[in-house]
């Protein structure tokens, strides 16, 4: 795959060690709705190293009045593509309880892929906020695509997209549709099956973080 200024591929080897139990097809719902978090935890602290509105803030520690550098309140906002990228909000909360939560609703159509929209709800002030749009899977790049297309129409202008697994179709095409929106992906995997599956993959990654097949 061509590279794209816009894009990490973080290839760490405690994320790919969290990766391979993800993808076994024997890792259980419970098993696999904690690994979601712990992965995406480690990302967003990659992700969020540089450009985040920081302020200033007086500590009394027990010796002397320091100045200390902090993140901005309310200045975050998590936005999960429903349903997989809902799995990846409590990582994110971890590390920053306060941050407002939106949801983009898509599914993908079985028959031509295309990503269809039926929910959205963002927090009042989006457009002002770093805005971590998150989804596992990034297969044929539509549904993220359209995702930062809304957020963009909303007027929010600082996004970062994160996903878990990477298929190289989906980001070019992320990255090429997008150039303003930078792309943090843990691992690129081969390629897209007929259906649209990313390979190796894990499958589909809603059906497995709810138990619903
Ligand atoms: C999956 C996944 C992404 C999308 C990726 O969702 O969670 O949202 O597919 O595919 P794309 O890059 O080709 O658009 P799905 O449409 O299966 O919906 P679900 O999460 O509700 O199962
Ligand atoms: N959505 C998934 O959940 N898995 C894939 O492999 C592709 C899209």
Do not use: W
């Not at 929209?117 to 695509?145: F, H, Q, R, W």
């Amino acid at each position: 795959m061509k590279q794209y200024e816009n894009v990490v591929i973080f290839n760490h080897p405690l994320i790919n060690h969290k990766i391979a139990i993800l993808r076994d097809e024997k890792t259980s719902t419970k098993e696999f709705r904690e690994l979601i978090e712990e992965i995406t935890m480690l990302m967003t602290y990659e992700c969020l190293r540089e450009g985040v509105p920081t302020s200033k803030k007086q500590v009394q520690t027990p010796l002397e009045l320091c100045e200390q550098t902090v993140v901005e309140d309310n200045s975050i906002a998590i936005v999960p593509i429903l349903r997989a990228g809902l799995g990846m909000v409590s990582g994110i909360q971890a590390l920053f309880p306060s941050a407002r939560v939106g949801h983009i609703g898509m599914y993908r159509d079985e028959e031509t892929l295309e990503p269809k929209e039926y929910y959205c709800k963002l927090p009042d002030g989006i457009e002002n906020k770093l805005v971590l749009l998150v989804d596992p899977m990034l297969a044929t790049g539509g549904s993220a695509c359209d995702a930062i297309s809304l957020l963009k129409k909303k007027g929010c202008t600082n996004i970062r997209f994160m996903a878990i697994i990477g298929a190289p179709e989906g980001v070019s095409k992320v990255a090429q549709a997008h150039p303003d929106v930078n792309v943090y992906v843990s691992t690129l995997d081969r390629q897209l099956n007929e259906n649209g599956y990313i390979l190796p993959g894990l499958g589909d990654a809603g059906d497995r973080l709810f138990g619903t097949k």
